[in-house]
Protein backbone atom coordinates (compact mmCIF):
# COMPACT_ATOMS: atom_id res chain seq x y z
CA UNK A 1 0.00 0.00 0.00
CA UNK A 2 1.33 3.41 -0.75
CA UNK A 3 1.09 6.01 1.61
CA UNK A 4 1.07 9.61 1.06
CA UNK A 5 3.31 11.19 3.37
CA UNK A 6 3.32 14.71 1.34
CA UNK A 7 3.48 17.39 4.20
CA UNK A 8 2.18 20.98 2.77
CA UNK A 9 1.71 24.46 4.76
CA UNK A 10 -1.97 23.99 4.54
CA UNK A 11 -1.60 20.41 6.56
CA UNK A 12 0.23 20.96 9.25
CA UNK A 13 -1.85 24.14 10.23
CA UNK A 14 -5.06 22.28 9.99
CA UNK A 15 -2.64 19.63 11.73
CA UNK A 16 -1.37 21.41 14.43
CA UNK A 17 -3.93 24.29 15.40
CA UNK A 18 -7.07 23.92 12.93
CA UNK A 19 -9.61 21.58 12.19
CA UNK A 20 -7.46 18.08 12.37
CA UNK A 21 -6.10 18.88 15.62
CA UNK A 22 -8.10 17.55 18.05
CA UNK A 23 -6.96 19.32 20.63
CA UNK A 24 -6.95 23.35 19.07
CA UNK A 25 -8.96 25.77 20.73
CA UNK A 26 -11.85 26.85 20.18
CA UNK A 27 -11.23 30.35 20.15
CA UNK A 28 -7.49 32.21 20.12
CA UNK A 29 -4.68 30.23 19.01
CA UNK A 30 -1.25 28.99 19.93
CA UNK A 31 2.16 29.39 18.16
CA UNK A 32 3.09 25.70 19.15
CA UNK A 33 1.35 22.35 19.47
CA UNK A 34 -0.16 22.50 23.08
CA UNK A 35 1.73 19.16 23.42
CA UNK A 36 4.84 20.28 23.05
CA UNK A 37 5.20 23.78 24.26
CA UNK A 38 4.58 23.03 27.89
CA UNK A 39 8.46 22.69 29.06
CA UNK A 40 10.53 25.57 31.02
CA UNK A 41 13.78 27.09 28.67
CA UNK A 42 16.48 28.58 29.03
CA UNK A 43 16.87 31.79 31.04
CA UNK A 44 16.07 34.62 28.74
CA UNK A 45 18.58 37.02 29.09
CA UNK A 46 18.16 40.43 29.34
CA UNK A 47 17.78 42.94 25.76
CA UNK A 48 17.89 39.83 23.71
CA UNK A 49 14.96 39.91 21.56
CA UNK A 50 13.35 36.05 20.91
CA UNK A 51 11.63 34.97 18.03
CA UNK A 52 8.69 32.42 17.56
CA UNK A 53 7.44 31.76 13.72
CA UNK A 54 3.98 30.20 13.35
CA UNK A 55 1.59 29.92 10.32
CA UNK A 56 -2.21 30.73 11.60
CA UNK A 57 -4.72 28.15 11.47
CA UNK A 58 -7.50 30.53 11.52
CA UNK A 59 -8.94 34.02 10.91
CA UNK A 60 -9.11 36.14 14.09
CA UNK A 61 -9.18 39.64 15.62
CA UNK A 62 -6.27 39.44 18.24
CA UNK A 63 -6.29 41.84 21.22
CA UNK A 64 -3.69 40.21 23.52
CA UNK A 65 -1.55 37.99 23.79
CA UNK A 66 -0.46 35.63 26.64
CA UNK A 67 3.20 33.66 27.82
CA UNK A 68 3.97 32.01 31.02
CA UNK A 69 6.98 31.72 33.28
CA UNK A 70 8.17 28.11 34.70
CA UNK A 71 10.18 28.09 37.82
CA UNK A 72 12.52 30.89 37.81
CA UNK A 73 11.05 34.94 37.80
CA UNK A 74 12.81 37.71 36.58
CA UNK A 75 14.36 40.39 38.22
CA UNK A 76 13.39 43.92 38.18
CA UNK A 77 12.13 44.95 34.74
CA UNK A 78 12.33 48.07 33.02
CA UNK A 79 11.20 46.71 29.50
CA UNK A 80 8.55 43.37 28.91
CA UNK A 81 7.06 44.02 25.38
CA UNK A 82 5.67 41.33 22.69
CA UNK A 83 5.12 42.19 18.71
CA UNK A 84 4.19 40.49 15.99
CA UNK A 85 5.29 40.63 12.47
CA UNK A 86 4.57 39.24 8.89
CA UNK A 87 6.92 39.64 5.95
CA UNK A 88 6.59 41.92 3.50
CA UNK A 89 9.08 42.56 0.44
CA UNK A 90 11.62 40.52 2.13
CA UNK A 91 11.08 42.09 5.32
CA UNK A 92 9.84 41.22 8.49
CA UNK A 93 7.08 44.19 9.50
CA UNK A 94 5.70 44.88 12.75
CA UNK A 95 1.94 44.44 12.48
CA UNK A 96 1.28 44.77 16.32
CA UNK A 97 2.65 45.71 19.87
CA UNK A 98 1.92 45.79 23.20
CA UNK A 99 2.37 48.07 25.77
CA UNK A 100 5.45 47.97 28.13
CA UNK A 101 4.35 45.75 30.86
CA UNK A 102 7.21 45.83 33.66
CA UNK A 103 5.02 43.81 36.22
CA UNK A 104 5.23 41.18 33.66
CA UNK A 105 7.56 38.28 34.77
CA UNK A 106 8.43 38.26 37.97
CA UNK A 107 6.33 35.69 39.42
CA UNK A 108 6.62 31.62 38.76
CA UNK A 109 4.82 29.50 37.47
CA UNK A 110 2.33 32.69 36.21
CA UNK A 111 0.56 33.53 33.09
CA UNK A 112 0.69 37.17 32.19
CA UNK A 113 -1.54 38.50 29.29
CA UNK A 114 0.15 41.47 27.31
CA UNK A 115 -2.65 43.87 26.00
CA UNK A 116 -1.62 44.79 21.98
CA UNK A 117 -2.06 48.74 21.46
CA UNK A 118 -4.47 47.96 19.01
CA UNK A 119 -6.18 44.25 17.33
CA UNK A 120 -4.35 42.61 14.57
CA UNK A 121 -5.93 40.82 11.88
CA UNK A 122 -4.61 37.38 11.90
CA UNK A 123 -5.01 35.88 9.03
CA UNK A 124 -5.33 32.22 8.38
CA UNK A 125 -1.81 30.58 6.45
CA UNK A 126 -0.35 33.68 7.09
CA UNK A 127 3.34 33.01 8.11
CA UNK A 128 4.07 35.54 11.72
CA UNK A 129 6.89 35.86 13.56
CA UNK A 130 6.11 36.78 17.43
CA UNK A 131 8.92 38.40 19.48
CA UNK A 132 9.72 38.82 23.37
CA UNK A 133 11.93 41.55 24.21
CA UNK A 134 12.68 42.18 28.11
CA UNK A 135 15.51 44.04 30.36
CA UNK A 136 16.23 44.59 33.62
CA UNK A 137 18.80 43.42 36.58
CA UNK A 138 18.46 39.95 38.73
CA UNK A 139 17.45 37.14 38.03
CA UNK A 140 16.66 36.34 33.95
CA UNK A 141 13.52 34.56 34.01
CA UNK A 142 12.34 30.93 32.38
CA UNK A 143 9.74 30.87 30.23
CA UNK A 144 7.00 28.06 28.89
CA UNK A 145 7.97 26.53 25.34
CA UNK A 146 9.78 24.13 23.72
CA UNK A 147 13.79 23.80 23.13
CA UNK A 148 16.88 21.29 21.74
CA UNK A 149 18.37 19.21 24.66
CA UNK A 150 21.09 21.23 24.03
CA UNK A 151 22.17 25.01 23.24
CA UNK A 152 24.30 24.18 20.54
CA UNK A 153 21.83 22.07 19.10
CA UNK A 154 19.61 25.12 17.79
CA UNK A 155 20.83 25.25 14.59
CA UNK A 156 21.24 21.22 13.78
CA UNK A 157 18.10 20.15 14.88
CA UNK A 158 15.70 21.81 11.66
CA UNK A 159 14.67 24.65 13.84
CA UNK A 160 16.40 26.90 11.33
CA UNK A 161 16.39 25.80 7.80
CA UNK A 162 15.36 28.39 5.63
CA UNK A 163 18.12 31.66 4.74
CA UNK A 164 14.47 33.84 3.83
CA UNK A 165 13.26 32.54 7.41
CA UNK A 166 9.83 32.00 5.94
CA UNK A 167 10.64 28.02 7.13
CA UNK A 168 11.98 28.74 10.52
CA UNK A 169 10.78 27.97 13.82
CA UNK A 170 12.87 30.44 15.82
CA UNK A 171 15.77 32.64 16.18
CA UNK A 172 17.31 36.11 17.98
CA UNK A 173 17.73 39.39 17.32
CA UNK A 174 20.79 41.55 18.12
CA UNK A 175 20.92 43.12 21.51
CA UNK A 176 18.38 45.83 21.68
CA UNK A 177 16.26 48.38 24.33
CA UNK A 178 13.43 48.05 22.43
CA UNK A 179 11.35 46.11 19.86
CA UNK A 180 12.44 46.97 16.13
CA UNK A 181 9.90 48.57 13.68
CA UNK A 182 11.16 45.84 11.13
CA UNK A 183 14.03 42.79 10.45
CA UNK A 184 15.74 41.17 7.87
CA UNK A 185 16.80 37.47 7.50
CA UNK A 186 20.74 39.21 8.18
CA UNK A 187 19.82 40.41 11.56
CA UNK A 188 18.36 36.74 13.08
CA UNK A 189 20.83 34.52 14.54
CA UNK A 190 20.06 31.06 15.61
CA UNK A 191 18.59 29.80 19.07
CA UNK A 192 17.52 27.08 20.37
CA UNK A 193 14.64 27.79 22.51
CA UNK A 194 11.31 28.60 21.05
CA UNK A 195 8.44 30.66 24.02
CA UNK A 196 5.09 29.53 23.86
CA UNK A 197 2.47 32.25 23.04
CA UNK A 198 -1.13 32.31 23.01
CA UNK A 199 -3.24 34.93 20.78
CA UNK A 200 -6.46 35.63 22.16
CA UNK A 201 -9.42 36.95 20.36
CA UNK A 202 -11.50 40.07 21.62
Not at 44 to 53: D, E, N, V
Request: glycine content about 10%; overall charge neutral; cysteine-free.
Amino acid sequence: MDIDTTITAGSVAAGLGGAGDPNALDTGEYALNRLLGVQPIYALASGLPIITYFTAAKTENITSISYATADVAAGARTLVKVGVYAISSGTWQRVAVSGNNTAHLTATDTVYTAALTSAWAKTKGTRYAVVLLTTGTGAAPKLVGHQAPRPEMGATVGFQRSPSLSGNLNGQLGTASDLPTAFSASGVDTEFRIVQFLMNPA
